[in-house]
């Protein structure tokens, strides 16, 4: 079964500061975007992997086994062009992720490919358990429940021309490629997220994310 992971890293990622974009800013030793990419390139059940960059990028990425594609204007439509150009390759399955998540795990990546044996969509979470409030003009206006709510993380697997036409299909804005998923009827499961499963945000996430590198060794 041919599975390909679609890496989105056509964003700027300004909070993050810095020079360039969070994804060519030095983590450990190396490009955010290497470290991203290595999880995906050592994971045994990965074919195939394309990277959707920014036009200003196109030359950044020098390995010839890493397929690319222009980005868009919107997230929906980077990971729009980046399906159009894998379809050549017609996967059975994809992992869609966020180039700013460097800390993939392998087991998660194996826990999203063994989820899509049985659902058509697979994405990884981790269950709210702060308190939470809904805010305006900076008070508390009220107390949200927590029962039932997640927080999102990538990859997000699903079948691969199932998402490829719901992509084709989806209307205005979505916060990720579940959204996009759910709007076209498609079951996805959540399995467990990792808390090491970072997505490097903002400049301080840098220093936390080094951390994690440095306690896995």
């Known amino acids: 079964m041919s599975i390909a992971a679609l890496i989105v890293a056509a964003g700027r990622g300004t909070r993050a500061g810095g020079n360039d974009p969070k994804q060519w800013q030095m983590l450990a030793g190396k490009r955010v975007i290497d470290h991203t990419l290595n999880a995906f390139k050592q994971h045994r059940n990965i074919d195939t992997i394309l990277v959707v960059l920014h036009p200003e990028d196109q030359n950044r990425l020098t ?3 890493i397929k690319t594609a222009l980005g868009g204007a919107t997230r929906n439509q980077s ?3 980046g399906l159009r150009a894998l379809r050549a390759a017609a996967p059975k399955q994809v992992l869609i992720h966020d180039v700013a998540r460097p800390l993939i795990s392998e087991k998660c990546i194996t ?6 044996q049985t659902h058509s969509g ?3 979470a981790l269950p709210i358990t702060d308190a939470l409030w809904r805010g305006q003009d900076g008070l508390v206006d009220e107390t949200v429940a927590r029962e039932n709510l997640f927080r999102a993380q990538t990859p997000q697997g699903f079948d691969f021309e199932s998402i490829f036409q719901a992509h084709a299909q989806a209307c205005g804005a979505a916060a990720d490629d579940v959204e996009v998923a759910m709007q076209a009827g498609l079951s996805v499961k959540i399995i467990s997220g990792h808390e090491e499963n970072i997505k490097i945000t903002i400049p301080e996430d840098f220093e936390r994310a080094s951390k994690i590198m440095k306690d896995r060794r």
């Not at 826990?111 to 899509?116: G, M, S």
């Open 79 to 81: 990971v729009y062009n």
């Open 111 to 116: 826990d999203v490919i063994e989820a899509l």
């Open 122 to 124: 697979a994405a990884p």
């Open 63 to 65: 390995d010839p086994t």
